[in-house]
T-cell receptor, first 112, second 116 residues
Framework: TQLLEQSPQFLSIQEGENLTVYCNSS?????LQWYRQEPGEGPVLLVT?????EVKKLKRLTFQFGDARKDSSLHITAAQPGDTGLYLC????????????FGTGTKLQVIP | AAGVIQSPRHLIKEKRETATLKCYPI?????VYWYQQGPGQDPQFLIS???????DKGSIPDRFSAQQFSDYHSELNMSSLELGDSALYFC???????????????FGSGTRLTVV
């Protein structure tokens, strides 16, 4: 059973369109992170959210942590080809050294 | 800025052979994590070390072992390799320093292990 479910699994959109990726769980997390991974490379941390209801913006990316700290969303405005990649959410239960569990991933393709 | 360094970048081994993967965390990071990522899959947690002590254990086979040394680098030792061990192996590091929140990892570029 996957702890963190992401949707959609695949997304192919035209440059300039907006999109939202969802990360859902039945578990409560102390923090939730979003990573972006390119083929053959390690995931790169985009953001960490720790407070229920928290919203963080990173240029055209908006991240939200659910009020109950069980889910999160990533919204990209005016997608660009450089946004293409695998987006992974990852949740940590508690404790600074606790491992994170990764979500199922969303593969995004932005077509020029 | 220094990143997480993994070596080798690529490794080809035959079945039943052994392999050693190395990870050099970001200087002053006190925690190291190992993940395995199969083709088209999300990273699966194997094992972690905090201040050179094992802090957590995931789906690491008994054929694998790992340790963190006094200089904080870590090695993942894999024996009796099987075809199914072919995957990308990532190391990540973070600075915990007693924090109660995991603020995220810095990943290395990974080691691609191919077992033939």
């Amino acid at each position: 059973t996957q702890l963190l479910e992401q949707s959609p699994q695949f997304l192919s959109i035209q440059e300039g369109e907006n999109l939202t990726v969802y990360c859902n769980s039945s578990s409560v997390f102390s923090s939730l992170q979003w990573y972006r991974q390119e083929p053959g490379e390690g995931p790169v941390l985009l953001v960490t959210v720790v407070t229920g209801g928290e919203v963080k913006k990173l240029k055209r990316l908006t991240f939200q942590f659910g009020d109950a700290r069980k889910d999160s969303s990533l919204h990209i405005t005016a997608a660009q080809p450089g946004d293409t990649g695998l987006y992974l959410c990852a949740g940590a239960k508690s404790g600074g050294y606790q491992k994170v569990t990764f979500g199922t991933g969303t593969k995004l393709q932005v077509i020029p | 800025a220094a990143g997480v360094i993994q070596s080798p970048r690529h490794l080809i081994k035959e079945k039943r052979e052994t392999a050693t993967l190395k990870c050099y965390p970001i200087p002053r990071h006190d925690t190291v994590y190992w993940y395995q990522q199969g083709p088209g899959q999300d990273p699966q947690f194997l094992i972690s070390f905090y201040e050179k002590m094992q802090s957590d254990k995931g789906s690491i086979p008994d054929r694998f072992s790992a340790q963190q040394f006094s200089d904080y680098h870590s090695e993942l030792n894999m024996s009796s390799l099987e075809l199914g061990d072919s995957a990308l192996y990532f190391c990540a590091s973070s600075l915990v320093a007693g924090r109660i929140t995991n603020y995220g990892y810095t990943f290395g570029s990974g080691t691609r292990l191919t077992v033939v």
